[in-house]
Protein backbone atom coordinates (compact mmCIF):
# COMPACT_ATOMS: atom_id res chain seq x y z
CA UNK A 1 0.00 0.00 0.00
CA UNK A 2 2.92 2.31 1.37
CA UNK A 3 4.42 1.69 -2.61
CA UNK A 4 0.78 2.39 -4.15
CA UNK A 5 0.49 5.81 -2.04
CA UNK A 6 3.91 6.88 -3.33
CA UNK A 7 3.10 6.35 -7.21
CA UNK A 8 -0.17 8.38 -6.82
CA UNK A 9 1.35 11.25 -5.08
CA UNK A 10 3.29 14.01 -6.88
CA UNK A 11 6.07 12.67 -9.22
CA UNK A 12 9.34 12.67 -8.04
CA UNK A 13 12.34 15.42 -8.96
CA UNK A 14 13.51 14.96 -12.85
CA UNK A 15 10.02 12.62 -13.43
CA UNK A 16 8.38 14.33 -16.36
CA UNK A 17 5.12 11.93 -16.64
CA UNK A 18 1.85 12.97 -15.57
CA UNK A 19 -0.39 12.26 -12.64
CA UNK A 20 -2.81 9.48 -12.98
CA UNK A 21 -5.14 11.78 -12.00
CA UNK A 22 -4.20 14.53 -14.56
CA UNK A 23 -3.99 11.83 -17.34
CA UNK A 24 -7.60 10.57 -16.25
CA UNK A 25 -8.75 14.12 -16.02
CA UNK A 26 -7.83 14.77 -19.64
CA UNK A 27 -9.25 12.25 -20.70
CA UNK A 28 -12.73 12.57 -19.05
CA UNK A 29 -12.74 16.20 -20.58
CA UNK A 30 -13.46 15.45 -24.10
CA UNK A 31 -16.01 12.91 -22.92
CA UNK A 32 -17.81 15.33 -21.21
CA UNK A 33 -18.02 17.46 -23.61
CA UNK A 34 -19.94 16.14 -26.38
CA UNK A 35 -23.33 14.71 -24.27
CA UNK A 36 -23.36 18.18 -23.06
CA UNK A 37 -22.87 19.84 -26.80
CA UNK A 38 -25.60 16.89 -27.77
CA UNK A 39 -27.93 18.09 -24.59
CA UNK A 40 -28.02 22.20 -26.05
CA UNK A 41 -28.48 20.59 -29.86
CA UNK A 42 -31.60 18.96 -28.41
CA UNK A 43 -32.75 21.84 -26.35
CA UNK A 44 -32.30 24.00 -30.07
CA UNK A 45 -34.15 21.53 -32.04
CA UNK A 46 -36.73 21.25 -29.72
CA UNK A 47 -37.38 24.98 -29.66
CA UNK A 48 -37.29 25.09 -33.30
CA UNK A 49 -37.82 21.35 -35.06
CA UNK A 50 -37.94 22.70 -38.95
CA UNK A 51 -34.81 24.82 -38.69
CA UNK A 52 -32.56 22.79 -36.87
CA UNK A 53 -33.34 19.10 -37.25
CA UNK A 54 -30.36 18.30 -39.29
CA UNK A 55 -28.43 19.46 -36.17
CA UNK A 56 -29.69 16.61 -34.46
CA UNK A 57 -29.94 13.77 -37.25
CA UNK A 58 -26.35 14.50 -38.29
CA UNK A 59 -24.86 15.23 -35.07
CA UNK A 60 -22.50 12.51 -34.85
CA UNK A 61 -21.25 13.83 -38.25
CA UNK A 62 -20.74 17.70 -37.35
CA UNK A 63 -19.55 17.21 -33.68
CA UNK A 64 -16.53 14.69 -35.24
CA UNK A 65 -15.56 17.12 -38.19
CA UNK A 66 -15.52 20.28 -35.67
CA UNK A 67 -13.39 17.89 -33.40
CA UNK A 68 -11.06 16.74 -36.29
CA UNK A 69 -10.16 20.09 -36.81
CA UNK A 70 -9.45 21.25 -33.18
CA UNK A 71 -7.37 18.25 -32.69
CA UNK A 72 -5.81 18.81 -35.98
CA UNK A 73 -4.95 22.30 -34.92
CA UNK A 74 -3.90 21.73 -31.50
CA UNK A 75 -1.62 18.62 -32.59
CA UNK A 76 0.08 20.96 -34.60
CA UNK A 77 0.56 24.08 -32.22
CA UNK A 78 1.20 22.17 -29.34
CA UNK A 79 2.22 18.86 -29.80
CA UNK A 80 -0.81 17.79 -27.98
CA UNK A 81 -4.89 17.05 -28.26
CA UNK A 82 -7.38 19.84 -26.92
CA UNK A 83 -7.84 17.95 -23.61
CA UNK A 84 -4.03 17.40 -23.03
CA UNK A 85 -2.95 21.28 -23.83
CA UNK A 86 -5.54 22.56 -21.20
CA UNK A 87 -3.56 20.05 -18.71
CA UNK A 88 -0.31 21.89 -19.89
CA UNK A 89 0.55 18.54 -21.24
CA UNK A 90 2.59 17.28 -24.59
CA UNK A 91 2.70 14.15 -26.77
CA UNK A 92 6.71 13.27 -27.72
CA UNK A 93 7.61 9.84 -29.38
CA UNK A 94 8.24 6.80 -27.65
CA UNK A 95 11.81 6.31 -27.02
CA UNK A 96 12.97 10.05 -27.29
CA UNK A 97 14.63 9.99 -23.67
CA UNK A 98 17.19 12.66 -25.17
CA UNK A 99 16.98 16.12 -25.26
CA UNK A 100 13.09 16.32 -25.33
CA UNK A 101 11.74 18.53 -29.09
CA UNK A 102 9.70 21.34 -28.33
CA UNK A 103 6.14 21.52 -28.35
CA UNK A 104 5.88 24.47 -31.10
CA UNK A 105 8.17 21.70 -33.05
CA UNK A 106 5.06 19.01 -33.78
CA UNK A 107 5.20 15.49 -33.95
CA UNK A 108 6.75 13.08 -36.68
CA UNK A 109 4.35 12.93 -39.46
CA UNK A 110 3.48 8.93 -38.60
CA UNK A 111 2.80 9.93 -34.46
CA UNK A 112 1.25 13.12 -35.46
CA UNK A 113 -1.05 10.97 -38.08
CA UNK A 114 -1.96 7.99 -36.20
CA UNK A 115 -2.95 10.40 -32.99
CA UNK A 116 -5.38 12.31 -35.03
CA UNK A 117 -6.85 8.95 -35.96
CA UNK A 118 -7.08 7.29 -32.49
CA UNK A 119 -8.14 10.87 -30.73
CA UNK A 120 -10.69 11.40 -33.32
CA UNK A 121 -12.18 8.56 -35.78
CA UNK A 122 -12.55 5.68 -33.17
CA UNK A 123 -14.40 7.32 -30.56
CA UNK A 124 -16.79 8.42 -33.68
CA UNK A 125 -16.35 4.51 -34.79
CA UNK A 126 -16.73 3.21 -30.97
CA UNK A 127 -20.06 5.47 -30.73
CA UNK A 128 -21.92 4.38 -33.67
CA UNK A 129 -21.13 0.69 -32.89
CA UNK A 130 -23.18 1.41 -29.39
CA UNK A 131 -25.97 2.59 -31.27
CA UNK A 132 -25.90 -0.43 -33.45
CA UNK A 133 -25.55 -2.44 -30.71
CA UNK A 134 -29.02 -0.29 -29.29
CA UNK A 135 -30.80 -0.31 -32.43
CA UNK A 136 -30.39 -4.23 -33.26
CA UNK A 137 -31.67 -4.87 -29.27
CA UNK A 138 -34.59 -2.89 -30.54
CA UNK A 139 -35.03 -4.65 -33.46
CA UNK A 140 -34.68 -8.39 -31.32
CA UNK A 141 -37.70 -7.46 -29.45
CA UNK A 142 -40.21 -6.12 -32.14
CA UNK A 143 -38.39 -8.15 -34.92
CA UNK A 144 -40.54 -9.32 -37.92
CA UNK A 145 -38.16 -12.29 -39.21
CA UNK A 146 -38.65 -15.72 -38.54
CA UNK A 147 -36.77 -16.83 -35.46
CA UNK A 148 -34.81 -19.79 -37.80
CA UNK A 149 -33.56 -16.73 -40.39
CA UNK A 150 -29.86 -16.80 -40.90
CA UNK A 151 -29.72 -13.20 -40.61
CA UNK A 152 -31.83 -13.25 -36.80
CA UNK A 153 -29.18 -15.78 -36.03
CA UNK A 154 -26.30 -13.50 -36.87
CA UNK A 155 -27.06 -10.66 -35.04
CA UNK A 156 -28.11 -11.82 -32.10
CA UNK A 157 -24.74 -14.49 -32.05
CA UNK A 158 -23.15 -10.76 -32.45
CA UNK A 159 -25.52 -9.14 -29.21
CA UNK A 160 -24.42 -11.67 -27.05
CA UNK A 161 -20.35 -11.24 -28.13
CA UNK A 162 -20.76 -7.77 -27.81
CA UNK A 163 -21.03 -7.40 -23.88
CA UNK A 164 -17.70 -9.81 -23.91
CA UNK A 165 -15.86 -7.35 -26.40
CA UNK A 166 -16.64 -4.15 -24.78
CA UNK A 167 -15.56 -5.59 -21.15
CA UNK A 168 -12.65 -7.14 -22.48
CA UNK A 169 -11.51 -2.99 -24.25
CA UNK A 170 -12.95 -1.77 -20.98
CA UNK A 171 -10.13 -4.13 -18.86
CA UNK A 172 -7.38 -3.37 -21.42
CA UNK A 173 -8.13 0.46 -20.07
CA UNK A 174 -7.96 -0.56 -16.50
CA UNK A 175 -5.20 -2.72 -16.71
CA UNK A 176 -2.99 -0.14 -18.37
CA UNK A 177 -3.62 2.39 -15.97
CA UNK A 178 -2.98 0.17 -13.37
CA UNK A 179 0.70 -0.43 -14.74
CA UNK A 180 1.18 3.32 -15.33
CA UNK A 181 0.03 3.63 -11.34
CA UNK A 182 2.73 1.04 -10.23
CA UNK A 183 5.77 2.35 -12.67
CA UNK A 184 5.35 -0.57 -15.02
CA UNK A 185 4.30 1.70 -18.24
CA UNK A 186 4.59 4.95 -19.80
CA UNK A 187 1.16 4.81 -20.80
CA UNK A 188 -2.35 5.54 -18.70
CA UNK A 189 -3.73 4.64 -21.94
CA UNK A 190 -3.66 1.94 -24.90
CA UNK A 191 -4.20 4.85 -27.31
CA UNK A 192 -1.36 6.03 -26.77
CA UNK A 193 1.12 3.07 -27.20
CA UNK A 194 -0.67 2.48 -30.18
CA UNK A 195 0.26 6.42 -31.78
CA UNK A 196 3.93 5.45 -30.94
CA UNK A 197 3.77 8.48 -28.33
CA UNK A 198 3.72 9.48 -24.32
CA UNK A 199 2.64 12.09 -21.82
CA UNK A 200 4.79 14.56 -20.52
CA UNK A 201 4.22 17.89 -18.56
CA UNK A 202 5.15 21.06 -20.87
CA UNK A 203 8.82 22.84 -19.55
CA UNK A 204 8.88 26.55 -19.64
CA UNK A 205 10.87 26.67 -22.54
CA UNK A 206 7.86 24.97 -24.20
CA UNK A 207 5.66 27.79 -22.78
CA UNK A 208 8.21 30.76 -24.26
CA UNK A 209 8.19 28.65 -27.13
CA UNK A 210 4.55 28.94 -27.76
CA UNK A 211 4.10 32.41 -26.72
CA UNK A 212 6.62 33.18 -29.29
CA UNK A 213 5.31 31.23 -32.07
CA UNK A 214 1.98 32.68 -31.30
CA UNK A 215 3.46 35.88 -31.55
CA UNK A 216 5.67 34.94 -34.53
CA UNK A 217 2.18 34.23 -36.34
CA UNK A 218 0.54 37.48 -35.90
CA UNK A 219 3.30 39.60 -36.94
CA UNK A 220 4.83 37.80 -39.88
CA UNK A 221 3.44 39.19 -43.71
CA UNK A 222 3.75 37.39 -47.12
CA UNK A 223 4.08 39.28 -50.09
CA UNK A 224 2.87 36.74 -52.79
CA UNK A 225 -0.97 36.21 -54.00
CA UNK A 226 -0.20 32.97 -53.40
CA UNK A 227 1.33 32.55 -50.05
CA UNK A 228 -1.24 35.25 -49.10
CA UNK A 229 -4.01 32.93 -49.69
CA UNK A 230 -2.64 30.07 -48.18
CA UNK A 231 -2.01 32.38 -45.27
CA UNK A 232 -5.62 33.69 -45.35
CA UNK A 233 -6.74 29.63 -45.38
CA UNK A 234 -4.65 28.48 -42.65
CA UNK A 235 -5.31 31.55 -40.56
CA UNK A 236 -9.08 30.72 -40.67
CA UNK A 237 -9.49 27.61 -39.95
CA UNK A 238 -6.92 28.33 -37.29
CA UNK A 239 -9.34 30.95 -35.96
CA UNK A 240 -12.44 28.96 -36.17
CA UNK A 241 -10.24 26.30 -33.94
CA UNK A 242 -8.93 29.04 -31.61
CA UNK A 243 -11.99 30.22 -31.00
CA UNK A 244 -13.69 27.05 -30.71
CA UNK A 245 -10.65 25.91 -28.52
CA UNK A 246 -11.55 29.50 -26.41
CA UNK A 247 -15.09 28.94 -26.01
CA UNK A 248 -14.32 25.21 -24.63
CA UNK A 249 -11.68 26.47 -22.38
CA UNK A 250 -14.55 29.46 -21.00
CA UNK A 251 -17.75 26.94 -20.82
CA UNK A 252 -15.95 23.11 -20.47
CA UNK A 253 -16.79 23.07 -16.60
CA UNK A 254 -20.44 24.03 -17.05
CA UNK A 255 -20.65 21.69 -19.78
CA UNK A 256 -19.12 19.07 -17.46
CA UNK A 257 -21.90 20.71 -15.33
CA UNK A 258 -24.67 19.67 -17.97
CA UNK A 259 -23.97 16.83 -18.44
CA UNK A 260 -23.95 15.68 -14.69
CA UNK A 261 -27.45 17.28 -14.17
CA UNK A 262 -28.57 15.38 -17.15
CA UNK A 263 -27.05 12.33 -16.47
CA UNK A 264 -29.08 8.94 -15.87
CA UNK A 265 -28.15 8.60 -12.20
CA UNK A 266 -29.58 12.50 -11.68
CA UNK A 267 -32.63 11.87 -13.19
CA UNK A 268 -35.07 10.31 -10.45
CA UNK A 269 -33.58 13.69 -8.14
CA UNK A 270 -34.73 15.85 -11.81
CA UNK A 271 -38.28 14.20 -12.25
CA UNK A 272 -38.76 14.98 -8.15
CA UNK A 273 -37.69 18.76 -8.63
CA UNK A 274 -39.45 19.54 -12.02
CA UNK A 275 -42.51 17.26 -11.81
CA UNK A 276 -45.49 19.09 -12.47
CA UNK A 277 -48.24 18.07 -9.72
CA UNK A 278 -50.94 15.88 -10.47
CA UNK A 279 -54.52 17.70 -11.65
CA UNK A 280 -57.46 16.76 -9.22
CA UNK A 281 -60.37 15.58 -11.05
CA UNK A 282 -63.13 17.34 -12.10
CA UNK A 283 -65.44 19.12 -9.26
CA UNK A 284 -69.16 18.09 -9.99
CA UNK A 285 -71.60 21.25 -9.68
CA UNK A 286 -74.16 18.75 -8.87
CA UNK A 287 -72.53 15.76 -7.45
CA UNK A 288 -75.57 13.93 -6.80
CA UNK A 289 -76.93 14.28 -10.32
CA UNK A 290 -73.28 13.88 -11.68
CA UNK A 291 -73.16 10.32 -10.17
CA UNK A 292 -75.77 9.73 -11.03
CA UNK A 293 -74.80 9.94 -14.42
CA UNK A 294 -72.14 8.03 -14.87
CA UNK A 295 -72.38 4.18 -15.66
CA UNK A 296 -70.60 1.54 -14.29
CA UNK A 297 -69.09 0.20 -16.77
CA UNK A 298 -66.18 2.61 -18.49
CA UNK A 299 -67.23 1.64 -22.24
CA UNK A 300 -70.38 3.03 -21.91
CA UNK A 301 -71.34 6.65 -23.03
CA UNK A 302 -73.29 8.79 -19.46
CA UNK A 303 -75.76 10.19 -22.04
CA UNK A 304 -77.16 6.95 -24.63
CA UNK A 305 -76.29 4.22 -21.97
CA UNK A 306 -74.95 2.23 -24.65
CA UNK A 307 -71.72 0.98 -25.88
CA UNK A 308 -69.64 4.13 -27.44
CA UNK A 309 -68.78 4.93 -30.63
CA UNK A 310 -67.02 7.37 -32.13
CA UNK A 311 -65.14 7.71 -28.78
CA UNK A 312 -64.83 11.56 -28.14
CA UNK A 313 -63.84 13.57 -25.23
CA UNK A 314 -64.76 16.75 -23.66
CA UNK A 315 -61.33 19.03 -23.15
CA UNK A 316 -62.73 20.78 -19.95
CA UNK A 317 -63.81 18.13 -17.83
CA UNK A 318 -62.29 14.47 -19.24
CA UNK A 319 -65.14 12.50 -19.59
CA UNK A 320 -65.92 10.57 -22.79
CA UNK A 321 -68.93 10.39 -24.56
CA UNK A 322 -70.43 9.07 -28.10
CA UNK A 323 -69.63 11.43 -30.68
CA UNK A 324 -73.16 12.60 -31.87
CA UNK A 325 -74.47 12.19 -28.32
CA UNK A 326 -71.81 14.51 -27.14
CA UNK A 327 -72.06 16.83 -30.32
CA UNK A 328 -75.59 17.11 -30.03
CA UNK A 329 -75.68 17.74 -26.18
CA UNK A 330 -72.77 20.55 -26.72
CA UNK A 331 -74.30 22.23 -28.98
CA UNK A 332 -77.81 22.59 -27.54
CA UNK A 333 -76.68 23.39 -23.92
CA UNK A 334 -72.92 24.71 -24.23
CA UNK A 335 -71.95 23.04 -21.13
CA UNK A 336 -70.46 19.45 -20.42
CA UNK A 337 -73.34 16.62 -19.36
CA UNK A 338 -71.66 15.26 -16.25
CA UNK A 339 -69.35 18.78 -14.98
CA UNK A 340 -71.72 21.73 -16.23
CA UNK A 341 -68.68 23.10 -17.27
CA UNK A 342 -68.93 25.86 -19.99
CA UNK A 343 -68.15 23.73 -23.23
CA UNK A 344 -68.14 24.91 -26.83
CA UNK A 345 -68.12 22.28 -29.87
CA UNK A 346 -64.21 23.15 -30.44
CA UNK A 347 -63.54 21.33 -27.21
CA UNK A 348 -64.75 17.98 -28.72
CA UNK A 349 -61.59 15.36 -28.83
CA UNK A 350 -61.48 12.74 -30.69
CA UNK A 351 -59.83 9.26 -28.99
CA UNK A 352 -57.99 6.86 -31.84
CA UNK A 353 -57.79 3.41 -30.35
CA UNK A 354 -56.15 0.35 -31.66
CA UNK A 355 -59.39 -1.08 -32.07
CA UNK A 356 -60.90 1.91 -34.20
Given at each position: ?218 ASQTHSIKT ?5 VRKALAG ?117
Amino acid sequence: MAELGAHLTAPSAGDDRPSIFEAVAQDSLMAAVKPALQHLVKVLVESNPGRYSFLWHWFDEIYVLLDLLLQQHYLTRCSASFSENFYSLKRIPIGDHRQQPLATAGLPKRQHWKSLILLVLVPYLKGKLEKLVSSLREEDEYSIHPPSSSWKRFYRAFLAAYPFVNMTWEGWFLIQQLCYILGKAQHHSPMLRLAGVRLVRLTAEDMQALEKKLAGATASQTHSIKTQVQSAVRKALAGIAFSLSTGLSISVFFLQFLDWWYSSENQETIKSLTALPTPPPPMHLDHGAGSALLPKLKTVCPLCRKLRVNATALSTSGFVFCYRCVYNYVKTHQRCPITGYATELQHLVKLYSPES
